[in-house]
């Protein structure tokens, strides 16, 4: 694996010229925020601002979230790690944004960490690959080996409890939810304006944080999210609350790999599953 | 008193819910328990309907649409059935009970078959008992 200071040499490197020689207007990376630890999402527009780019483990903060915020043609280079790369794919999929416009750096690497505890996050909270699905330019070598283990092995637990015990599980960490709407600002997936939370008719939730809410809010959105969701984990550490989000998002993942036989963002020309429906699918799927 | 579960039934206007004018039209006897609404088609089912359904206290929910390859649009219960299939798990993995939710395709020509689902479905619910797990209390569904 390449070291990670290389990485950050190699982005910097690549940013720059991308940047003088016009190819790109703004790229999408990582700076310092108040300490080492924790860095800023940041969106560097002039070869003098590359000097503030970095990257280390703690730069977790999956970027594809802001690539739908730019207007329609803005070329954009940005740095995605395996899991944000599937993001990009998927948002190519759904044609929010075109490869074209796009100048993809990827970032090969294992051992990424979360800003709030230190501790290791692939094999936990994403879906535990290591080389970028997409990418023009690769800022280290290729990965060969990830590591052993499937990204849904965390849900063994909750997968082996009864019904009541599940429930009694979730309707404790949804209690918790303050609304803040944080995971929601995290999800490269959550593009929708506006939201239906934000809607007042119908209003699915009152404004303030009720347990029914609370309950329509993450249902509706990991339904929203199903077939969609690249688990890359960053619902789960952007909550205040530390809710795992992500599992709830994992499950469904699973669920529906294992029904519709494919994963979000592996591959550009894949249909998202919610539109690839035909006479093939089977009503075991109903059972 | 005996429990009598309170089904929200939503079926498609051209299959289902014409199966069910049918039943009624032939005089057969099913249970009443089946509150019906009828969508234009299976594919308009927003699932938030469904767990709305079950916070407003329903005790299962029965959707009813045309057989896969018999849509009226062509493809809506095509789309309706992967929906529907990922409610199911949804529900399933909150730890509702997934044999409160079902899914069938009833032609127009089915009332018999309505009919029988309507029984059997309002007999599995009685054995299950009242839907707890997501129904908010009666003072606060005011609210919503
Ligand atoms: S739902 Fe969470 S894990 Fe899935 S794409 Fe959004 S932020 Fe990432
Ligand atoms: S980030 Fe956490 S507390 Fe905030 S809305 Fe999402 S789940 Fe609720």
Same mark, same amino acid.
């Given at each position: 694996m390449t070291n990670i200071k290389q990485i950050e040499e190699n982005l910097k490197r690549e940013a720059k010229r991308l940047l003088e020689s016009k190819e790109v207007s703004v790229v999408l990376a990582y700076a310092r925020g108040y300490d080492e630890h924790h860095p800023l999402p940041y969106a560097a527009r002039t070869a003098g601002e590359v000097g503030n780019l970095i990257f280390n483990?703690? *730069?977790? &903060?999956?970027? !594809?979230?802001?690539?739908? $915020?730019?207007? +329609? $043609?803005t070329k954009i280079a940005i740095a995605v790690k395996a899991a944000d790369s599937r993001a990009v794919v998927q948002l190519i999929q759904e044609e929010k944004v075109k490869k074209e416009d796009l100048v993809i750096l990827g970032i090969p690497f294992i051992g990424m960490k979360d800003p709030k505890t230190g501790e290791e996050i692939d094999q936990k909270t994403? *879906?535990?690959? !290591?080389?970028?699905? /997409? &990418?023009?330019? /690769?800022?280290g070598e290729e990965i060969r080996d990830a590591g052993a283990g499937s990204p849904y092995d965390v849900l063994a637990e909750l997968e082996a409890m009864d019904q009541a015990a599940r429930w009694s599980f979730w309707e404790k960490e949804f209690s $918790? *939810?303050? @609304? *803040?709407?944080a995971c929601r600002k995290a999800c490269p997936m959550c593009y929708c304006d506006p939201c239906f939370m934000d809607a %007042? @008719?119908?209003?699915?939730?009152? $404004? %303030? +944080?009720t347990a029914d809410g609370n309950l329509m809010y993450h249902l509706t959105r990991f339904y929203h999210l199903a077939g969609r969701c690249i688990d890359c984990g960053e619902c789960s550490r952007a909550c205040p609350m530390d809710i795992p989000l992500h599992l709830f998002h994992k499950k469904m993942a699973k669920e529906c790999e294992t029904m519709f036989g494919q994963a979000a963002?592996?591959?550009?020309d894949d249909k998202p599953v919610m539109v690839n429906y035909g006479n093939q699918d089977s009503d075991e799927m109903l059972k | 008193m005996d429990f009598e579960p309170k089904i929200l039934g939503i079926a498609c206007n051209w299959c289902t819910y014409t199966g069910a004018d049918l039943a009624g039209t032939t005089r057969l006897k099913y249970p009443q328990n089946v509150r019906t609404v009828r969508v234009m088609c299976s594919s308009r089912i927003n699932p938030s309907f469904i767990i709305r359904a079950f916070q407003l206290g329903a005790d299962g929910v029965l959707v009813g649409g045309c057989h896969p390859g018999d849509c009226h649009y062509g493809t809506g219960n095509l789309y309706a059935r992967r929906k529907l299939a990922i409610t199911k798990k949804i529900l399933e993995f909150a730890g509702m009970d997934q044999k409160r939710f079902r899914v069938e395709w009833i032609s127009a020509s089915e009332g018999n078959k309505y009919a029988e689902i309507v029984e059997e479905f309002t007999r599995d619910l009685k054995a299950l008992g009242p839907q707890n797990t997501f129904r908010i209390e009666k003072d606060s569904r005011e609210r919503i």
């Open positions: 483990e703690y *730069c977790t &903060y999956n970027l !594809a979230r802001y690539l739908t $915020k730019y207007p +329609p $043609k994403t *879906c535990h690959m !290591a080389n970028p699905v /997409l &990418y023009d330019i /690769l800022l $918790k *939810c303050i @609304r *803040c709407f %007042s @008719r119908p209003r699915w939730a009152d $404004k %303030s +944080p963002g592996m591959k550009i | -």
